[in-house]
C-alpha cells in the first residue's frame, strides 16, 4: 500500500504510539509530523491521500486542523482521522469541536492494537478515491507557509486562522443556500442543517424584510412567553412595518416567561439598507464565546447579497399573482416587456458581480420580418411572434428570463452562463425555428412557410454595471449576423 501516503501528526505528549505502529504495519507511505503546521506545509508542498492526528497539538488544535482542511474546496474531500483526548489545560473553542467535521474520531480507549482504525482509515481512502479525489488537490488549500518557533507569532497566526476558518464556513453555507434562493422551504433547510454545525443554541433564525417581513426560527424547549417577548423585540429593532409571518420548527415550552439570557441580533445588510437579521439565542447568559459571536457576525456580512436576490425573486412572485403583473407582460406573446427585461438584467449584473459569476445576452431577431408581414398579413405576423415566443419558453432553462425585445425581437438573460454557453442556445433558437413550418397560421400560402432568426450573444466584463453595455454589445453581434447572411448566431 505504498501508494497511499498517510501524514500522522501527533505531540510529543501523545498516546497513539500503537495506532502509528499499525500504519507502519499496514505498509502505507507514513509521514510523520510533530504539529499542524507542519502537516499544513507537508499539504502544500507534496498532498497526501489522508491524515490522521492527534487532538492535543502544541501549536494547532486538531479539531481547528480538521476544520481547516474540511473547508477547503481543494482538500474537503481527503479522510481525516482524529484520536486521543485533550489535555486538561486546553481550551478548545466549542465553535471547532462542534464543526471540526472529521471522518473518523476514536479515543483513548477504543484505539485497541490499531487494527480497526487503519482498515476503515483504508476504507475511507478509497471512498475518497472514487469520489474524484486525489493527493494533489490538497496543495492549493493555502496560499502561505507555517515556519514558526516564537510562540508569539504562533499566537497570531491561530488567530488569523481562525479568522480564515471563520469567514469560509460563513461563506460556505452562504454558498450552499444560494443554490436554493427560489424555494423557501429548501434554503432554510439548508441554513438549519450548516447552522447546527457551528452553532450551540436554544434559538436559531433569519429574519427578511420585505413587503411583507418574513421570519423562521427553531427553536426547542424555549417557554412561550420568552420567544413572544423576543419576536416583540425584534419587530421593535428592525423596525418592521407589519407583523412577520413565522415558520417555527421545534416545540415550545409553557412556564415563566422570562427574557433570554444571550440574544445575538447580527442586522444583514444590502446596499446600505437593512434586509434582515440573523437571530441566535441561549436560555444562559454568556453562553456565545467569541468565536461563536465572529461567526455570526461573518455570516450576517455574507447574507446580505443572497437575502437581496431572495426579496427580488419574491418580488417577482408578487408580480406573477397581483395586478401589477400585467405591467410586465407582453400582451401578445405572454413574454415579460422591455422595461421589466431591463430591471431584471440590472439586478442579474449587480447579482453575478459580487459573486463573480458569468451571465450573458441574447437578442434573437426575425429576418425579414416587414416583408413577412407584407406578404402574409400582420395577423400572420402575430401568429408567428406568439409561435416563436412558445418555443423560447420550452428551449430555455428555468433560471433564463425571456422578454420580446422589439417588434419583431426577443432577448433572452442566461444567468451563470458564458458567451459560449450563450451560442449553445443561439443555435438551439436558430436551428429550432428554421424546422418551424408556419404555414398553418396563413390562408394565403399553399405549401409551407419559412422564417430564420438571427442572434447576437454577449457575456458580461464584470467591469461595467450598466446594462446598456452588454445590450450594446449583443447588438453589434446581431447587426454582424444580419451583414452576414443572416439566420446564424454572432457572439459579441
Known amino acids: 500500500m505504498a501508494d497511499i501516503k498517510v501524514l500522522y501528526v ?28 507542519d502537516a499544513l506545509d507537508e499539504l502544500i508542498d507534496s498532498g497526501a491521500d489522508a491524515i490522521v492526528s492527534c487532538l492535543d497539538l502544541s501549536d494547532l488544535p486538531g479539531y481547528q486542523l480538521s476544520q481547516l482542511i474540511k473547508s477547503s474546496a481543494g482538500a474537503s474531500k481527503m479522510p481525516v482521522v482524529l484520536f486521543g483526548t485533550v489535555s486538561m489545560g486546553a481550551r478548545i473553542d466549542p465553535l471547532w469541536i462542534k464543526g471540526s467535521q472529521c471522518d473518523l474520531y476514536v479515543a483513548d480507549r477504543d484505539i485497541g492494537n490499531g487494527t480497526d482504525v487503519v482498515k476503515q482509515l ?114 421593535n429593532e428592525l423596525e418592521l412595518r407589519s407583523a412577520l409571518e413565522i415558520d417555527l420548527r421545534g416545540e415550545l415550552v409553557e412556564g415563566t416567561a422570562k427574557d433570554l439570557g444571550s440574544v445575538q441580533i447580527v442586522p444583514v445588510v444590502a446596499q446600505s439598507r437593512a434586509v434582515g437579521a440573523l437571530v441566535v439565542a441561549s436560555k444562559d447568559r454568556n453562553s456565545f464565546s467569541d468565536q461563536a459571536i465572529a461567526f455570526g457576525e461573518q455570516l450576517g456580512m455574507a447574507l446580505g447579497p443572497l ?109 451563470n452562463t458564458d458567451v459560449a454557453g450563450a451560442k449553445v442556445l443561439g443555435e438551439k433558437v436558430r436551428s429550432e425555428v428554421e424546422s418551424i413550418d408556419f404555414s398553418g397560421t396563413s390562408s394565403i400560402s399553399s405549401g409551407p412557410v419559412r422564417i430564420t432568426v438571427s442572434v447576437g450573444c454577449a457575456s458580461f466584463n464584470m467591469e461595467d454595471l450598466n446594462p446598456e453595455t452588454i445590450l450594446r454589445d449583443a447588438k453589434v453581434a446581431l447587426r454582424k449576423a444580419k451583414d452576414e447572411g443572416r439566420n446564424r448566431v454572432i457572439l459579441g
Open 10 to 37: 501527533e505531540d510529543a505528549k501523545s498516546s497513539g504510539g500503537t495506532l502509528r505502529q499499525a500504519l507502519k504495519d499496514a505498509q502505507v507511505n507514513l509521514v510523520l509530523l510533530g504539529g499542524g503546521f
Open 307 to 415: 437575502f437581496e436576490l431572495v426579496l427580488a425573486k419574491e418580488a417577482i412572485a408578487n408580480l406573477e399573482s397581483a395586478a401589477a403583473y400585467n405591467a410586465s407582460i407582453d400582451s401578445l406573446t405572454g413574454l415579460y416587456n422591455l422595461e421589466f427585461f431591463v430591471g431584471f438584467l440590472q439586478q442579474q449584473l449587480l447579482f453575478s458581480f459580487r459573486q463573480r459569476l458569468p451571465v450573458a445576452v441574447a437578442i434573437i431577431d426575425i429576418d425579414n420580418f416587414e416583408k413577412i408581414n407584407e406578404q402574409y398579413g400582420v395577423e400572420f405576423g402575430d401568429g408567428a411572434l406568439m409561435t416563436i415566443a412558445s418555443r423560447l419558453l420550452n428551449i430555455t432553462r428555468s433560471s433564463d428570463l425571456i422578454a420580446r425585445y422589439g417588434s419583431d425581437q426577443f432577448a433572452v438573460v442566461l444567468p
Open 122 to 235: 483504508l476504507e475511507l481512502v478509497e471512498k475518497s478515491r472514487s469520489a474524484g479525489f486525489n493527493r494533489s488537490q490538497a496543495s492549493s488549500m493555502l496560499k502561505c507557509r507555517f515556519n514558526f518557533s516564537s510562540s508569539k507569532v504562533l499566537e497570531s497566526s491561530q488567530k488569523l486562522l481562525d479568522e480564515l476558518l471563520i469567514s469560509r464556513n460563513a461563506t460556505t453555507l452562504v454558498s450552499d443556500m444560494f443554490k436554493e434562493a427560489g424555494n423557501r422551504k429548501a434554503l432554510l433547510d439548508v441554513f438549519y442543517r450548516g447552522a447546527a454545525a457551528f452553532i450551540e443554541a436554544d434559538l436559531v433564525g433569519l429574519v427578511v424584510i420585505g413587503e411583507a417581513p418574513w421570519a423562521s426560527f427553531s427553536a426547542d424547549g424555549v417557554v412561550s412567553g420568552s420567544y413572544k417577548k423576543l419576536v416583540d423585540r425584534l419587530t
